[in-house]
């Protein structure tokens, strides 16, 4: 399955391509505005020979409105305040786009591909901190609605 896979940070964006599991492409510039996230996805898309990816995800260090897909907003993402990624990511390349919390989608990734821990918590810091919980194996979802 063709995969792109995105990670909003505070300095950096960082896009992925990925095939049944394996990685293909990356490419990485300084967090600017979804047009520019836009312009990326485009050109690892051309690195790899793809027009439509079969989806993509989003992980961005934001609260956020998950079911709405919008960026609700963050200190150190300012310009992302309100963005509506999903609905723009949509629109743009024509496949189903998912929307998480960076730290979120680290947890989850430690809980498929990681030691296969049933209980812990995730913590990131970077620009900012984060965190995801793990407990008991399905991970609890928090602060986006």
Known sequence: MKLI??????TRTRIGAFDAGRFLARRAF???????LV??????LSQVGWDVPAA???????PMDM?????LGCPNLP????????????AEF????????????????????GRRAQDFVYVTWSTGI????????????????
């Open 5 to 10: 896979g995105v990670d909003i940070g505070g």
């Open 30 to 36: 300084p967090t600017q505005g979804v047009d520019e």
């Open 39 to 44: 312009s990326g996805i485009r050109a690892v």
């Open 56 to 62: 993509i995800g989003v992980g961005a260090p934001a």
């Open 67 to 71: 079911r709405a897909g919008v960026i």
């Open 79 to 90: 310009h992302w305040r309100g963005v509506e990624v999903v609905t723009t990511l949509t």
């Open 94 to 113: 024509g496949c189903p786009v998912y929307l998480a919390n960076d730290a979120t989608c680290a947890a989850i990734g430690e809980l498929e591909f």
């Open 130 to 145: 984060g965190g995801g919980i793990v407990a008991g194996g399905p991970y609890l979802a928090a602060g986006g609605k």
